[in-house]
Structure formats: structure tokens, C-alpha cells
């Protein structure tokens, strides 16, 4: 539904979505990180995951049992480890992170910190009160929302990278937070910036908004329009006519108190269309990601992630195994961050990869759960295989086989006994037939 080629209809789908009969999934592979991570970034071939600060006590201060925050790199083919880096304590905002040129551009404390992604090397801007950070795409220039307060306006930066000056500084709404850059041509062939912020506003009113700032590139004066989006935007994904020249410029939204994904035409700096993700309370929508036949991937603190086709039908809910924050679709997989536990808030650690490979692209395929293969989901102390044998063999995401009690009944149902199992992802496998369960309690 939320392709632009399909906007028009966004709406007459909006409450089908929550109720409409999808494919549950379960990750193939999870893949070891550090306590909380947050957000995903591809660079050249590898899957840069950076995980948030843990600070147990909220006091501010690194005490016994905090962690701070981390920076690996993952083979996005092997899943290998590549490196791995400690970053700063202060590291707060590791969400709002890019990577652009070689380069991460993150923000520790009042400074914004670039650094080399070869070597570590770090350059650094003075920034104070920066929580988000965004580049252009050969990271000449930066983006950065500055927060004074959760309650008061704040502003966006626009920062001259290889001098550290700041060109200007805009007024923006209430908790500005994730950000876009971009730089280009108008309509009267005049080189201009664009920045596009999402302002989360007050939590539980109706008043986030989009704030669209295009700057001169010659005097870096500005203008501005903004988009009134709803209750609580947070995720923000922009489709970069660069790569996708046939598609309109159009920027997603998702509204963590409202429970939807609203697009907007940049252009137009209006609202087109606006998704029912089908969630409740606080259970919202955080970030998205898009692919080019026009599937948007939604995260959620249902502790999922659903996948709605250019219909605006809900045709896969994928289980990670924790609450997820960021995602990332790479080489036809979909990477999932496990922020959180289900359930609550403490950190939890990994991130699961889906295969898409084979994933439906209407409701009107066949949908697996229709003829369940494995409940229940998750298991705590047994797990039913449909299809599979005595002799099947139960794999932990690390490749670890595990030998369980297991009767199989009449009917062709394996019972496994699965409460010796420690939390995570398994594979059934029995021949070239493998099922996917989650243990979780």
C-alpha cells in the first residue's frame, strides 16, 4: 500500500490491515551482539550494528553492570563478526546514527563524532544537545536535530563537514528526532539543501509534525513547511529518487502513539496516505524499511515486525524473539534488531535474519498458518511440528543440536519437550523439511 504508484488507496485499506489473515515467520539465523542494539547500517558488504548505552540506574554515570555503548561489523553473507569497537560512555543516541564515505557519524555527549570506519580515526564538531545526526550521500554535509527539552522547539544544524562550521541553524517543532538530508536542484535550477525532520512532539498528543527545510545553497537562508502528522512520529524513511528516479518523493512516517504509518509528498509537503499497522497501546510502531516492489517492514513493541504489500495488506508477521527497534533488508534478508525483552524493557541482546527469499506478496497466496506447522508460538515448555519425525533434530541459531523427549501422534504431530531449552531461535530438522520455533519465557 505504501509504494507511491499505489497511494491513491492507502486509505480505503487502512482498517483491513490490522485484521487481515498474514504468514507468521521465524528467524533463520540470530546473530550475536552486545547488550541492546539499536540501529543498522550497510557498508560495503558488511551490516554495522550499534548497540544503546546501558545505564541500569539511569544516574548518568558508568557503574558496575552498565554497559556502554557498541560498535560491530557483521559480514552480511557469513554473519561473522568482523569488528567490533567500544564507544564513548555518553553515547546516547546511537538510533540516530549514518554512514556515508567511509564514515559514521554518530554523537557523544555535546559533540558530534565522525568517525573512519577503516582505521577509527574520529574528527569531531562541538554539537550541544544533538540527538540525531544525518549525511548526505558523499558526506559533505551534515544534518543535526538539537533538543533543547522534551517539552520546547528545537532546531536543525546545517554543518560544513570537512571545516566543522556550522552554516545555519532552523527552528523546528517540539522533539525533533530522525532526520534526512539531502542535496539537489529545484525547480529553478538553484542548488539547495533539504532537510526533513520528524518532530515527535508531546507524547499521547496529537502534535508531531514533519518539518520540511529547504536551504539555499548559496546563502543558506531557508524556508519551511510543516506537516502535521499525528500522535508521536518516530521512524522516518525517505525514498532517494537517486536510486528510484520513477518513483515520487515521498517520505514515511511511523506514529508510535497513533499506530500508522503516514506518507508524505515531499514535494507537495502534504499527506497522501496514511497505514493502520493494527497496533494498541503501547505496543506501537518504531521504524520501517521499504523495498522496491513497494513491501514496507514495520517494527513494533508487539515484539514483531509486519510486512504489508502496495495493497496495504498485513501478509507476514516476522518473530525475533524480543522487541525490536531497527531493521535492515540486505541481500534479500531482513535483519532485525532485539532491543528489548518481550514483555518489558531490560536489554536484550542479537539480531535475527530472516530469509525473504520465499515470502508471500498477497494474502490471496497460500498462507502457512492456515495449515499450522508449529505452535505454540512461542513455546515455553513443548512446541508441536507438523510433518517431521522422532528423528528430527532440534538446532540452536548458533548450530548447536540439542536431544529432546519427542512422541509423535496419530496424526503425523511431533511433541517435542522443550522446557530444558534456554531462550532463543531452533530449527526442526528432519531430511530437506526444516520449521522454525522460538523458546521464550
Same mark, same amino acid.
Given at each position: 500500500?505504501?509504494?507511491?504508484?499505489?497511494?491513491?488507496?492507502?486509505?480505503?485499506?487502512?482498517?483491513?490491515?490490522?485484521?487481515?489473515?498474514?504468514?507468521?515467520?521465524?528467524?533463520?539465523?540470530?546473530?550475536?551482539?552486545?547488550?541492546?542494539?539499536?540501529?543498522?547500517?550497510?557498508?560495503?558488504?558488511?551490516?554495522?550494528?550499534?548497540?544503546?548505552?546501558?545505564?541500569?540506574?539511569?544516574?548518568?554515570?558508568?557503574?558496575?553492570?552498565?554497559?556502554?555503548?557498541?560498535?560491530?561489523?557483521?559480514?552480511?553473507?557469513?554473519?561473522?563478526?568482523?569488528?567490533?569497537?567500544?564507544?564513548?560512555?555518553?553515547?546516547?543516541?546511537?538510533?540516530?546514527?549514518?554512514?556515508?564515505?567511509?564514515?559514521?557519524?554518530?554523537?557523544?555527549?555535546?559533540?558530534?563524532?565522525?568517525?573512519?570506519?577503516?582505521?577509527?580515526?574520529?574528527?569531531?564538531?562541538?554539537?550541544?544537545?544533538?540527538?540525531?545526526?544525518?549525511?548526505?550521500?558523499?558526506?559533505?554535509?551534515?544534518?543535526?536535530?538539537?533538543?533543547?527539552?522534551?517539552?520546547?522547539?528545537?532546531?536543525?544544524?546545517?554543518?560544513?563537514?570537512?571545516?566543522?562550521?556550522?552554516?545555519?541553524?532552523?527552528?523546528?517543532?517540539?522533539?525533533?528526532?530522525?532526520?534526512?538530508?539531502?542535496?539537489?536542484?529545484?525547480?529553478?535550477?538553484?542548488?539547495?539543501?533539504?532537510?526533513?525532520?520528524?518532530?515527535?512532539?508531546?507524547?499521547?498528543?496529537?502534535?508531531?509534525?514533519?518539518?520540511?527545510?529547504?536551504?539555499?545553497?548559496?546563502?543558506?537562508?531557508?524556508?519551511?513547511?510543516?506537516?502535521?502528522?499525528?500522535?508521536?512520529?518516530?521512524?522516518?524513511?525517505?525514498?532517494?529518487?537517486?536510486?528510484?528516479?520513477?518513483?515520487?518523493?515521498?517520505?514515511?512516517?511511523?506514529? $508510535?502513539?497513533?499506530?500508522?504509518? /503516514? #506518507?508524505?509528498? +515531499?514535494?507537495? &509537503? @502534504?499527506?497522501? %496516505?496514511? !497505514?493502520? =499497522?493494527?497496533?494498541?497501546?503501547?505496543?506501537?510502531?518504531?521504524?520501517?524499511?521499504?523495498?522496491?516492489?513497494?513491501?514496507?517492514?514495520?517494527?513494533?513493541?508487539?515484539?514483531?515486525?509486519?510486512?504489508? $504489500?502496495?495493497?496495504?495488506?498485513? /501478509? #507476514?508477521?516476522? +518473530?525475533?524473539? &524480543? @522487541?525490536?527497534? %531497527?531493521? !535492515?533488508? =540486505?541481500?534479500?534478508?531482513?535483519?532485525?534488531?532485539?532491543?528489548?525483552?518481550?514483555?518489558?524493557?531490560?536489554?536484550?541482546?542479537?539480531?535475527?535474519?530472516?530469509?525473504?527469499?520465499?515470502?508471500?506478496?498477497?494474502?490471496?497466496?497460500?498462507?502457512?498458518?492456515?495449515?499450522?506447522?508449529?505452535?505454540?508460538?512461542?513455546?515455553?515448555?513443548? =512446541?508441536?511440528?507438523?510433518?517431521?519425525?522422532?528423528?528430527?533434530?532440534?538446532?540452536?541459531?548458533?548450530?548447536?543440536?540439542?536431544?529432546?523427549?519427542?512422541?509423535?501422534?496419530?496424526?503425523?504431530?511431533?511433541?517435542?519437550?522443550?522446557?530444558?531449552?534456554?531462550?532463543?531461535?531452533?530449527?526442526?530438522?528432519?531430511?530437506?523439511?526444516?520449521?522454525?520455533?522460538?523458546?521464550?519465557?
Amino acid at each position: 500500500m505504501l509504494t507511491p504508484k499505489h497511494l491513491c488507496t492507502l486509505a480505503c485499506y487502512a482498517l483491513m490491515c490490522a485484521t487481515t489473515t498474514h504468514a507468521q515467520e521465524l528467524p533463520l539465523w540470530l546473530v550475536p551482539t552486545p547488550p541492546a542494539p539499536a540501529t543498522l547500517l550497510p557498508w560495503m558488504g558488511n551490516v554495522h550494528v550499534l548497540t544503546s548505552q546501558v545505564d541500569a540506574d539511569f544516574n548518568g554515570v558508568q557503574d558496575e553492570g552498565d554497559v556502554p555503548a557498541q560498535w560491530i561489523a557483521v559480514d552480511a553473507t557469513t554473519r561473522e563478526r568482523v569488528m567490533a569497537r567500544t564507544l564513548p560512555w555518553g553515547s546516547n543516541y546511537v538510533n540516530r546514527s549514518a554512514m556515508a564515505a567511509g564514515s559514521l557519524f554518530t554523537h557523544h555527549g555535546d559533540t558530534l563524532v565522525q568517525y573512519d570506519i577503516a582505521t577509527g580515526d574520529v574528527r569531531t564538531v562541538a554539537v550541544t544537545g544533538a540527538v540525531s545526526v544525518a549525511v548526505n550521500t558523499n558526506a559533505a554535509f551534515a544534518a543535526a536535530a538539537v533538543r533543547p527539552s522534551f517539552t520546547d522547539p528545537g532546531k536543525v544544524l546545517l554543518i560544513d563537514i570537512s571545516s566543522g562550521e556550522i552554516k545555519g541553524e532552523y527552528p523546528v517543532g517540539i522533539n525533533p528526532g530522525a532526520l534526512y538530508i539531502e542535496f539537489g536542484a529545484n525547480a529553478m535550477n538553484k542548488d539547495i539543501f533539504r532537510i526533513v525532520v520528524v518532530c515527535e512532539g508531546l507524547f499521547g498528543q496529537p502534535s508531531s509534525q514533519l518539518n520540511i527545510v529547504t536551504i539555499d545553497a548559496s546563502d543558506y537562508t531557508a524556508t519551511e513547511q510543516i506537516v502535521e502528522l499525528g500522535d508521536t512520529g518516530n521512524g522516518l524513511f525517505v525514498i532517494d529518487q537517486s536510486q528510484r528516479p520513477q518513483e515520487e518523493h515521498i517520505a514515511f512516517i511511523t506514529m $508510535n502513539g497513533s499506530h500508522s504509518v /503516514v #506518507a508524505v509528498d +515531499l514535494n507537495e &509537503g @502534504k499527506v497522501v %496516505g496514511t !497505514l493502520n =499497522v493494527g497496533t494498541t497501546g503501547y505496543d506501537g510502531p518504531r521504524e520501517l524499511a521499504y523495498r522496491d516492489d513497494g513491501h514496507t517492514f514495520v517494527s513494533t513493541f508487539a515484539s514483531d515486525v509486519r510486512e504489508f $504489500n502496495y495493497e496495504g495488506d498485513r /501478509v #507476514a508477521t516476522y +518473530l525475533p524473539g &524480543g @522487541k525490536p527497534e %531497527g531493521l !535492515l533488508i =540486505v541481500n534479500d534478508q531482513l535483519w532485525v534488531t532485539r532491543t528489548f525483552v518481550e514483555g518489558g524493557f531490560a536489554a536484550d541482546s542479537g539480531v535475527a535474519v530472516f530469509d525473504l527469499d520465499d515470502m508471500p506478496t498477497s494474502v490471496h497466496e497460500e498462507q502457512r498458518p492456515l495449515q499450522t506447522s508449529v505452535w505454540p508460538l512461542p513455546a515455553t515448555t513443548h =512446541v508441536n511440528v507438523r510433518g517431521v519425525g522422532q528423528h528430527a533434530a532440534i538446532i540452536s541459531a548458533t548450530g548447536m543440536q540439542y536431544s529432546v523427549p519427542v512422541v509423535v501422534t496419530a496424526d503425523g504431530v511431533a511433541r517435542f519437550r522443550v522446557e530444558a531449552l534456554p531462550n532463543g531461535v531452533y530449527a526442526v530438522r528432519d531430511g530437506s523439511v526444516v520449521h522454525r520455533f522460538v523458546v521464550q519465557r
